[in-house]
């Protein structure tokens, strides 16, 4: 059993180290996300993990693998669908007004096995079937190593694809060819618009190429603190130019923080 001092002693670090909170309550998940690593290790209990970790110079291979075991990957495609509406019918015509080449850079932020970028791919392509001349590209980043790798295979069960609109799935998702697997894959046209990057939305500054014109990083800063959330969306505004666009979840909000940001729609805000 996780010991409520261990416990404390591992939830202090993820906090500081990715910004994610773990109330007492958590305890009992923690320790059966852990799980899975005490058998890696071949360790007998999550004494000896928290020394291996904390006091044997273990954290240092270690942290990846920790935090992996934390993270939630909810996700859906077209989760939040108004979001999408938006971007399509205002924020993709009101960039392409102002930018000096049809270019656009999108950044799916904590991204999870990535059904968010491929959405967005979606939606983008089908703007541009419909007749909107501009090029893109998607970066989609993530604390985890695991999703990531998933994210990248492009590979979703035939349940969760059953939420992409059927014009859209029957375009670029392709069923499995082995019938007994339920199974669809995002056409390799979109899977080239997407790259996928671990990263860790806590670092003082994000490696980005260049900024990025649309963000979405949605529920994921509603397991942060308030001075963590503030920090946060401070170095996402600096990784978009003035008139680029933040997309939150709906249960998320700027109240209170100073931002350069103009709330133009439902959790969808301007950066001034």
């Not at 044997?56 to 939630?72: K, M």
């Not at 799916?108 to 909107?132: N, P, W």
């Amino acid at each position: 059993m996780l010991s409520q001092s261990d416990f404390r002693r591992l939830a202090q670090f993820i906090q500081g180290y990715c910004g994610i909170r773990l109330p007492d309550s958590k305890r009992t998940m923690l320790e059966g996300r852990l799980r899975r690593r005490l058998v890696a290790l071949h360790m007998s209990d999550y004494r000896q993990y928290c020394r291996y970790v904390f006091d044997e110079n273990g954290l240092g291979d270690e942290v990846i693998h920790l935090i992996d075991a934390v993270t939630t990957n909810k996700t859906d495609f077209f989760r939040e669908p108004e979001h999408f509406r938006f971007l399509a019918e205002v924020v993709v015509p009101r960039l392409l007004e102002t930018k000096r080449t049809p270019r656009l850079t999108l950044w799916s932020a904590a991204s999870s096995i990535g059904a968010e970028a491929y959405t967005l791919c979606m939606v983008l392509e089908d703007m541009i079937r419909a007749g909107f001349r501009f090029d893109y590209t998607v970066l989609a980043t993530d604390i985890s190593t695991q999703v990531l790798e998933r994210a990248a295979r492009g590979i979703f069960s035939t349940d969760m694809a059953r939420q992409v609109p059927s014009v859209f799935r029957g375009r670029y998702l392709m069923q499995a060819r082995d019938p007994g697997r339920p199974e669809m894959r995002v056409i390799p046209e979109l899977r080239a618009k997407v790259q996928f990057m671990r990263m860790n939305l806590l670092e003082d500054a994000y490696p980005l190429s260049q900024p990025s014109d649309v963000v979405f990083c949605r529920n994921i800063l509603i397991y942060f603190d308030k001075p963590t959330q503030e920090k946060v969306l401070d170095r996402l505004c600096a990784a978009m130019p003035p008139g680029g666009y933040l997309f939150l979840g709906h249960s998320e909000t700027i109240a209170g923080l100073a931002l350069p940001l103009e709330q133009v729609a439902t959790t969808v805000f301007v950066r001034v």
